[in-house]
């Protein structure tokens, strides 16, 4: 699921169906209306499958019918696995070890490509392009570990290769659309990255006040999607450098 | 404070007494940790649309056409018409016992319910329809996210673990 590379693939899939026909250059092949989950999910459509993750396997169930989902191999992927993401043919899992690259070009039965190793951590991954942002942190539930943004290069897909690795205070959830990356700073707020250059990120704008999760970037409207400990926010993205909050819908704990 | 003294006290008694006999009154270990939340087979089945309410613990977002799912941890999904991103109406809360992730297929939206994937109709997100449940697919919650903690063990007679909640506990078997 996940996430924003909607410019890519998702919306393309997603929506393109249905609600309206959106998508330039996606790439995804799914047919159908499938909807777009934030970066943090640990179920994805892709075609006529539904992935999931538990602890340790992958999952996937035959959805040709979607009202009569079968389930089919279920896959070790290890401990710790942590997210989801499909795109194109390929699904991504973040895990606590790194981030694991599965072909998925036979859909019903996913096969390892590589796995992209760094410090444990927990990390979300989106994907567009040649290029794979990471982000990784630190905590109690993510062990030891660092605060980062990684670019990985993924040209080759057997040997993927971190290009750039920006510092950040404690990141969780991000998403592309285009030449737009947001990323979700957990407490310390949201921040814009310009990826017009994917290898090399640049900050264009921090909100703060913030307490953040994960985002969905819907490239249909420019809205993006923020939910975080206090509520669901809201904001048009049309102007990437200067965010403008649509609404916001308190969320109580 | 109480808890504290009773702690020390109960671990000098467990040096007197030589290690750890849970069955003796005055050997009891009282820590912090985490207890399993059950849920009955029967409640945890109970998947139904109810009013809208007041989002809370919000978890993970999933958008659709015009609505966003946001999911309230392990309670289940809070659905917003999104028509105008300016003005969000909350119209429905589906009810979906131990639900954190979900996904969406044209009108099915499929999600965790417990150990169980439900598959649902959700033309009209103020009566969804259950069209397949397929029951304990996902492992059971045998232990609580956080590591290094103690936690009392799951058992399984006492119906499925939805969630975790902080406890004192007393005499805790199983650590992580």
Same mark, same amino acid.
């Given at each position: 699921?996940?996430?924003?590379?909607?410019?890519?693939?998702?919306?393309?899939?997603?929506?393109?169906?249905?609600?309206?026909?959106?998508?330039?250059? *996606?790439?995804?092949? !799914?047919?159908?209306?499938?909807?777009?989950?934030?970066?943090?999910?640990?179920?994805?459509?892709?075609?006529?499958?539904?992935?999931?993750?538990?602890?340790? !396997?992958?999952?996937?169930?035959?959805?040709?019918?979607?009202?009569?989902?079968?389930? *089919?191999?279920?896959?070790?992927?290890?401990?710790?696995?942590?997210?989801?993401?499909?795109?194109?043919?390929?699904?991504?899992? *973040?895990?606590?070890?790194?981030?694991?690259?599965?072909?998925?070009?036979?859909?019903?039965?996913?096969?390892?490509?590589?796995?992209?190793?760094?410090?444990?951590?927990?990390?979300?991954?989106?994907?567009? *392009?040649?290029?794979?942002?990471?982000?990784?942190?630190?905590?109690?539930?993510?062990?030891?570990? !660092?605060?980062?943004?990684?670019?990985?290069?993924?040209?080759?897909?057997?040997?993927?290769?971190?290009?750039?690795?920006?510092?950040?205070?404690?990141?969780?959830?991000?998403?592309?659309?285009?030449?737009?990356?947001?990323?979700?700073?957990?407490?310390?707020?949201?921040?814009?990255?310009?990826?017009?250059?994917?290898?090399?990120?640049?900050?264009?704008?921090?909100?703060?006040?913030?307490?953040?999760?994960?985002?969905?970037?819907?490239?249909?409207?420019?809205?993006?999607?923020?939910?975080?400990?206090?509520?669901?926010?809201?904001?048009?993205?049309?102007?990437?450098?200067?965010?403008?909050?649509?609404?916001?819908?308190?969320?109580?704990? | 404070?109480?808890?504290?003294?009773?702690?020390?006290? /109960?671990?000098?008694?467990?040096?007197?007494?030589?290690?750890?006999?849970?069955? /003796?009154?005055?050997?009891?270990?009282?820590?912090?940790?985490?207890?399993?939340?059950?849920? !009955?087979?029967?409640?945890?089945?109970?998947?139904?649309?109810?009013?809208?309410?007041?989002?809370?613990?919000?978890?993970?977002?999933?958008?659709?056409?015009?609505?966003?799912?946001?999911?309230?941890?392990?309670?289940?999904?809070?659905?917003?018409?999104?028509?105008?991103?300016?003005?969000?109406?909350?119209?429905?809360?589906?009810?979906?016992?131990?639900?954190?992730?979900?996904?969406?297929?044209?009108?099915?939206?499929?999600?965790?319910?417990?150990?169980?994937?439900?598959?649902?109709?959700?033309?009209?997100?103020?009566?969804?329809?259950?069209?397949?449940?397929?029951?304990?697919?996902?492992?059971?919650?045998?232990?609580?996210?956080?590591?290094?903690?103690?936690?009392?063990?799951?058992?399984?007679?006492?119906?499925?673990?939805?969630?975790?909640?902080?406890?004192?506990?007393?005499?805790?078997?199983?650590?992580?």
């Amino acid at each position: 699921m996940r996430n924003n590379v909607l410019m890519n693939a998702l919306a393309v899939v997603a929506v393109a169906g249905l609600f309206h026909s959106c998508a330039e250059d *996606g790439n995804s092949a !799914s047919p159908g209306t499938n909807g777009i989950g934030g970066s943090m999910a640990r179920f994805a459509i892709g075609g006529d499958h539904l992935y999931t993750l538990d602890n340790n !396997s992958l999952r996937v169930f035959d959805i040709s019918q979607p009202d009569n989902p079968v389930p *089919g191999a279920k896959i070790s992927v290890g401990t710790g696995i942590e997210t989801l993401f499909p795109y194109q043919d390929k699904l991504f899992i *973040g895990s606590r070890s790194g981030m694991l690259i599965y072909d998925n070009g036979n859909p019903g039965q996913p096969t390892l490509l590589s796995r992209y190793a760094h410090v444990e951590s927990c990390d979300p991954v989106v994907v567009q *392009g040649d290029y794979a942002y990471v982000t990784l942190r630190d905590g109690t539930f993510c062990r030891s570990g !660092s605060n980062l943004l990684d670019v990985v290069d993924i040209r080759n897909l057997q040997n993927p290769v971190v290009v750039r690795s920006i510092p950040m205070q404690h990141p969780h959830g991000l998403g592309v659309d285009g030449k737009n990356l947001f990323v979700s700073e957990g407490a310390h707020g949201l921040k814009v990255f310009n990826v017009a250059d994917p290898r090399n990120p640049v900050q264009t704008q921090y909100i703060t006040g913030v307490k953040t999760y994960d985002v969905i970037p819907l490239n249909e409207g420019k809205v993006l999607l923020v939910t975080g400990q206090d509520g669901l926010y809201q904001y048009d993205y049309s102007d990437a450098t200067q965010l403008k909050l649509l609404s916001k819908i308190p969320i109580a704990h | 404070m109480k808890n504290s003294l009773r702690l020390l006290a /109960s671990l000098g008694a467990m040096i007197l007494l030589g290690a750890c006999d849970p069955e /003796s009154p005055a050997g009891d270990v009282v820590r912090e940790g985490y207890r399993p939340v059950y849920l !009955s087979r029967a409640a945890l089945q109970e998947v139904i649309s109810a009013a809208p309410r007041e989002l809370k613990d919000a978890g993970k977002i999933y958008a659709l056409g015009e609505y966003v799912f946001v999911n309230e941890i392990n309670q289940g999904i809070h659905v917003i018409n999104n028509q105008n991103p300016a003005n969000p109406r909350n119209v429905a809360f589906i009810r979906i016992p131990g639900n954190v992730d979900i996904a969406v297929k044209g009108n099915v939206l499929y999600a965790d319910n417990g150990p169980d994937l439900v598959a649902l109709d959700i033309r009209n997100p103020t009566d969804v329809k259950v069209l397949k449940r397929i029951s304990n697919v996902f492992p059971n919650q045998m232990y609580p996210p956080q590591t290094g903690v103690s936690f009392d063990c799951v058992d399984n007679s006492r119906g499925v673990v939805i969630g975790w909640e902080k406890a004192t506990l007393t005499n805790p078997k199983c650590r992580r």
